[in-house]
């Protein structure tokens, strides 16, 4: 199969602070992981690429000072949301294939982010 | 330009009818893939079908079925004998072998299957 994990699964914060959300590929190592963002009832927008050992590419419009992007090993790539606001909340899922960006993507269950 | 449209927003079948979700897509490209994606409502995407342009046979697995007609740009996606737990949003994806290889994602088609 093609596990992808993510944690957490949901998680609440006050305005300021920073959060970080994991993504795992647990039974494969993947060389390119996705970050998507999905806001209600709405299509999945691409956020940032990121390819392990090396820097994410990022969409336009998309902050990469506020979105921090870490893919440090072959299967997990973090993302931080810094100084979180209310608009911020959103549900972030992550996906991952097994080779590079031509291969099928498997994604992670979700991170519901709720900031006050 | 790369595109992908399914027209319909939501749809509700009784259980056990059939029901076909449409998908079109644009591209320029000659050699892409399409995907059929399931979001149930717990949120993760589900992996359910893979296709590229050169193989337009279609498939079936189990309830479900793929037709690919690039005459007509399009794979739709048919559940037959459709039961609750199909109830979920499904997405059609195009990935793109020209530049960036980034998956354009239809904006989905929420299913209700009612008992």
């Known amino acids: 199969g093609a596990v992808v994990s993510q944690h957490p699964s949901r998680v609440i914060c006050k305005s300021g602070t920073s959060v970080k959300i994991e993504c795992r590929s647990l039974?494969?190592?993947?060389?390119?992981m996705f970050w998507y963002r999905q806001f209600p009832k709405q299509s999945l927008m691409l956020m940032a690429t990121s390819n392990e050992g090396s820097k994410a590419t990022y969409e336009q419009g998309v902050e990469k000072d506020k979105f921090l992007i870490n893919h440090a090993s072959l299967t997990l790539s973090t993302l931080t949301v810094t100084s979180a606001h209310p608009e911020d909340s959103s549900f972030y899922i992550c996906s991952a294939t097994r080779g590079g960006t031509q291969e099928t993507q498997y994604f992670g269950p979700g991170t519901r982010l709720l900031v006050l | 330009a790369q595109k992908v449209t399914q027209a319909q927003t939501e749809i509700s079948v009784v259980e056990k009818e059939d029901v076909t979700l449409d998908c079109v897509y644009e591209?320029?490209?000659?050699?892409?893939?399409l995907f059929w994606y399931k979001q149930p409502p717990s949120g993760e995407l589900v992996f359910l079908i893979r296709?590229?342009?050169?193989?337009?046979q279609n498939e079936i697995s189990g309830r479900y079925s793929w037709n690919f007609q690039k005459s007509t740009s399009s794979f739709n996606f048919t559940i037959t004998a459709s039961q609750v737990v199909d109830s979920a949003v499904y997405f059609c994806a195009l990935l793109s072998t020209s530049g960036t290889y980034k998956y354009i994602f239809g904006t989905g088609t929420r299913l209700k299957v009612l008992a």
């Open positions: 591209t320029r490209d000659t050699t892409y893939y």
């Open positions: 039974d494969f190592q993947a060389t390119t």
């Open positions: 296709r590229n342009s050169f193989d337009e």
